[in-house]
C-alpha cells in the first residue's frame, strides 16, 4: 500500500506548512494512516495517526498542541496541519498506512502496517 506525501517547503520558525498524503492505487477511507518523520541524523519516528472513521487520534509530545491530523473524505487525504513550527520539527514527513493495535497511545496507535511501505516523503525545513 503506497502513499504520496506532498506540501513539504521551507518556512520560517513559527510558521505553517499543511503536509497531504494520498493513497495510489487504492482507496484510502478503510485504513488508519500515520504520519512519521525523519531528522537528520536520527531514527525515524511517529508524529501522529488517525483511525480511519478520523474519530480517533494520537499525536507526539514533541508536537502536541501545535499539529493537527484530518481526513479530508471529499479530496480522499490524510492533512497535517503544522502551526508554530520549530527548527526541531525540521526533517522528511513521511505517511503511511498503520495497523493500530490500540487506541490510547501513539505507540500503539502508529504501528505500521506489514503491508505499507516507504515512500519518497516530503522535505520540511524550518529555518530562519
Known amino acids: 500500500l503506497q502513499l504520496v506525501e506532498s506540501g513539504g517547503g521551507l518556512v520560517q520558525p513559527g510558521g505553517s506548512l499543511r503536509l497531504s498524503c494520498a493513497a495510489s492505487g487504492f482507496t484510502l477511507d478503510y485504513y488508519a494512516i500515520g504520519w512519521f518523520r525523519q531528522a537528520p541524523g536520527k531514527e525515524r519516528e511517529a508524529v501522529s495517526c488517525?483511525?480511519?472513521?478520523?474519530?480517533?487520534?494520537q499525536y507526539s509530545d514533541s508536537v502536541k498542541g501545535r499539529f493537527t491530523i484530518s481526513r479530508d473524505n471529499a479530496e480522499k487525504t490524510v492533512n497535517l496541519q503544522m502551526n508554530s513550527l520549530k527548527p526541531e520539527d525540521t526533517g522528511v514527513y513521511y505517511c503511511?498506512?498503520?495497523?493500530?493495535?490500540?487506541?490510547?497511545?501513539?505507540?500503539?496507535?502508529?504501528?505500521?502496517?506489514?503491508?505499507?511501505?516507504w515512500g519518497q516523503g516530503t522535505q520540511v525545513t524550518v529555518s530562519s
Open positions: 503511511v498506512v498503520v495497523a493500530p493495535n490500540g487506541w490510547r497511545t501513539i505507540q500503539a496507535m502508529c504501528v505500521m502496517s506489514d503491508s505499507s511501505s
Open positions: 488517525i483511525s480511519s472513521t478520523g474519530g480517533s487520534a
